[in-house]
Nanobody, 121 residues
């Protein structure tokens, strides 16, 4: 199990930028997926972007070309760079890490506490 602490949320005007960070404490296994999800009021939680241990990334269609997911060299922090923000990007953003455990032969599943992002003029 890892503990995830998010930072970087806040209020931004439409067209602006924010960068979310998610710091992981604890052992990160070699086979993992790190991702950002978001949940707006009244909506289900949705996948925003993900990155695998092999470096493959995927994005929701609604954020392609505007958001970029990345990790630091130590693979202990995952970032979400958000550009050209729109009011519909307003949501609580959650960091998620899934790791394959060779010991239990199962995927772990850990979540951060969430970071509020509000896009408004």
């Amino acid at each position: 199990q890892v503990q995830l602490v998010e930072s970087g949320g806040g209020l931004v005007q439409p067209g602006g930028s924010l960068r979310l960070s998610c710091a992981a404490s604890g052992r990160i296994f070699s086979n993992y997926v790190m991702a950002w999800y978001r949940q707006a009021p009244g909506n289900q939680r949705e996948l925003v972007a993900g990155i695998t241990s092999g470096g493959r990334t995927n994005y929701a269609d609604s954020v392609k070309g505007r958001f970029t997911i990345s990790t630091d060299n130590a693979k202990t922090t995952v970032y979400l760079q958000m550009n050209s923000l729109k009011p519909e990007d307003t949501a609580v953003y959650y960091c998620n890490v899934k790791m394959w455990s060779d010991l239990t032969r199962k995927w772990t599943d850990d979540w951060g506490q969430g970071a509020q992002v509000t896009v408004s003029s």
